[in-house]
């Protein structure tokens, strides 16, 4: 049954940077309840699952959402990309549906290409390659009018080393293996996904909530991110003062000098072998710490193509990303 009025309630919100900011700047105690409002309107409106995929984020989502609804079902993708322990956490939980992709990310990099530095550079990568003559394919020209009409930083040239080269390379692996299952149960069981995305990790999805808040009930994919306020530092102190139970693969969570929370272990698992992002980060990498932490899982991923692994280090190396 539709009830309007959660509608009502959700789109009459300030969808502005500013309230985004001062949402973010609220105690825990505070984003709690506004989250568990959001909860609450979603389930008014639809029947519903929570994305789990047993990181730390979906953990806490998914205590939150089950002091409300304890029979909620926690939906887990099981992609073959988490981390053991993550993969063991997660189906260790009660109620959990598992979910398979029909491709494994062997098959998806043949098919397809690797995932390199973000969705949006792979995405404009393979279709520049695909369609040369292309809108797309235009903006890696120099100095092109795309970037001249909105700024540089919206121009593709400084990657037209990278799309010139012989690596495959796509944005597809995430729609193949997260989406497309979440996609066709959620056809099947008419349930309308809860996650645990917060507009603190990414600008889309910070736009994204500007457009519609936490609850996008007019989405052609409704979708709910009752968490998209919060902030990392929220997540830890929420496990940490509610003494939630999580992978082990985060290790402990500790408070440094200046009062800032932190894990021992592992602060982001996702998907052990994407390559989005890693050319920004610090050293040691994921892929240098995956060598200390889970060996075997980073000699299949460096391993030679021909030789049954992945062909990453090759693939790493060309983007200035050191493996060891």
Not at 61 to 66: N, P, T, W
Request: hydrophobic share 30%.
């Amino acid at each position: 049954m539709t009830d309007n009025s959660n509608k009502n309630s959700n789109s009459s919100e300030n969808f502005t940077a500013d309230h985004l900011k001062y949402l973010q700047s609220m105690p825990l105690s505070i984003k709690i309840g506004l989250t568990k409002n959001r909860i609450r309107e979603w389930l008014r409106e639809y029947d519903a699952y929570v994305s789990f995929s047993g990181g730390k984020d979906s953990t806490v989502l998914l205590h939150i959402v089950r002091q409300l609804y304890s029979n909620i079902p926690a939906v887990f993708i099981d992609t073959g990309l988490e981390y053991p322990e993550v993969r063991e956490f997660a189906l260790s939980q009660d109620n959990v549906v598992r979910l398979r992709p029909e491709m494994n990310f062997r098959k998806v990099i043949e098919t397809y290409g690797y995932p390199l530095i973000s969705k949006e550079v792979s995405q404009k990568i393979c279709t520049a390659r695909n369609s040369p003559n292309s809108v797309c394919a235009k903006r890696f020209i120099p100095n092109n009018e795309h970037a001249q009409k909105y700024g540089r930083r919206y121009s593709m040239e400084k990657w037209n080393w990278l799309k010139d080269s012989n690596i495959p390379i796509s944005s597809k692996c995430c729609d193949i293996m997260k989406k497309k299952p979440a996609k066709k149960y959620e056809k099947e069981t008419d349930r309308k996904p809860i996650v645990a995305t917060m507009t603190c990790e990414s600008q889309n999805r910070k736009t994204a909530w500007l457009r519609n808040g936490c609850n996008s009930f007019d989405s052609v994919r409704p979708i709910s991110q009752p968490m998209s306020f919060w902030t990392e530092q929220d997540v830890l102190q929420y496990l940490r003062n509610y003494d939630i139970p999580y992978a082990s693969v985060y290790g402990e969570i500790k408070e440094d000098e200046n009062g800032k929370l932190y894990t021992t272990g592992c602060d982001r698992t996702g998907c052990v072998f994407c390559g989005f992002g890693c050319h920004l980060e610090k050293e040691p990498n994921r892929f240098q710490r995956l060598k200390q932490t889970h060996p075997q899982l980073w000699e299949y991923c460096m391993k030679d193509w021909e030789n049954g692994g992945l062909g990453m280090k090759n693939v790493l190396e060309y983007i200035n990303v050191k493996t060891e």
